[in-house]
């Protein structure tokens, strides 16, 4: 068990048919999942057996509520897995509740003797960027057009693309005793030196930044046209430097610049060494 600075929050591995019940319900109100789109009972089931350990399935609770949940599936990757779904209650986010849960399942992990993470997300959301790079300290290493066609209330109708994200729990940035990742340049000097990229400006400079969103879902309940002008700009840069130019990302720029908060990501070529 692993409390988060928040009085009687702890996270545990579900077991009970309760709470996969519960579980299921969570999906649909996180992300506002169908019920084609939730994970079954029968396949909740199989993830929590431990013979054999086909997953991990755990729930945040506070005060024995489930408030967030977390689910990871092996795959046929050596020592690696795949980190399906995290996600909080609408009214528990911005509480560290997520990195709690993340910081968490590595200690499992390592546990497990497993040393890498993959999952995707949706590249627009800053809050999830700034989560999974600078704070658990994984790295984007591709975009993936139109990778889920499911729905749910939280994509509204946008092409859900994603990120495909890496850690490697065994990297410096686990390692080290600071355990942070801090971009080198503030946002500032970060956007008096390096080009920020447009879908009609690709520069071939070893390093760009891409703006999305300050805030998505605000964005798609105000502005949905020029969210979905985000998709689409940002799916032509990402894939160029993402895909094509063999790029990656793991420093995520937020700041409030003039009153409101500014979200870019820096893009950089990867060095021989690091391929
Ligand atoms: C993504 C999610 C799991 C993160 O959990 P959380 O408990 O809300 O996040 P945390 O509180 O741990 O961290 C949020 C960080 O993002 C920052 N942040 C919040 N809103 C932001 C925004 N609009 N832009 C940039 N950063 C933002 C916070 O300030 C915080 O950083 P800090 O600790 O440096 O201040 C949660 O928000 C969630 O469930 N979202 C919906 C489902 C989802 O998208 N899941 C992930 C993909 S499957």
């Known amino acids: ?21 519960k579980c299921i319900d969570l999906q649909g109100e996180i992300w506002g999942l169908d019920e084609l789109g939730k994970m079954s009972p ?11 350990k086909t997953g991990i399935v755990l729930g945040g609770f506070l005060h024995d509520e489930m408030i967030a949940i977390q689910i990871i599936m092996s ?7 795949y980190l399906h779904m995290l996600g909080v209650l609408k009214k528990y986010r911005n509480l560290h509740i997520g ?10 992990l390592r546990k497990w003797n497993i040393n890498k993470g993959l999952w995707t997300y949706e590249p627009l959301e800053g809050r999830n960027a700034n989560n999974y790079l600078n ?3 994984a790295r984007v290493i591709k975009y993936l057009a139109g990778h889920f066609r499911v729905n749910d209330k939280m994509s509204g109708g946008m092409p859900i693309d994603r990120f495909l994200t890496v850690v490697h729990l065994d990297d410096k940035f686990h390692t080290s005793k600071l355990h942070e990742r801090h971009p080198v340049l503030s ?4 956007l008096q030196k390096i080009p920020i990229a447009k ?13 999305i969103p300050d805030d998505l879902q605000q964005l798609k309940t105000t502005n949905m046209e020029e969210a979905i002008k985000f998709r689409f700009d940002t799916r032509k840069i990402f894939t160029e430097y993402l895909n094509n130019r063999g790029f990656f990302a793991e420093n995520f720029y937020t700041g409030v610049i003039d009153g409101k908060r500014h979200n870019y990501y820096l ?7 690091e391929v």
């Open 199 to 211: 879908a009609d400006f690709l520069p071939e400079t070893d390093e760009v930044l891409v703006e």
């Open 135 to 137: 704070k658990s300290g």
């Open 42 to 52: 029968i396949t909740l089931e199989a993830m929590v057996s431990e013979e054999p």
């Open 267 to 273: 893009l950089q070529k990867t060095k021989k060494a």
């Open 1 to 21: 068990m692993n409390k988060s600075n928040i009085e009687g929050f702890e996270i545990r591995e579900l077991k009970t048919p309760d709470e996969i019940k």
């Open 187 to 190: 946002l500032n000097e970060a």
């Open 99 to 108: 990195y709690h849960m993340q910081e968490h399942l590595f200690e499992i």
């Open 75 to 81: 795959t046929l990757e050596p020592h690696t897995v």
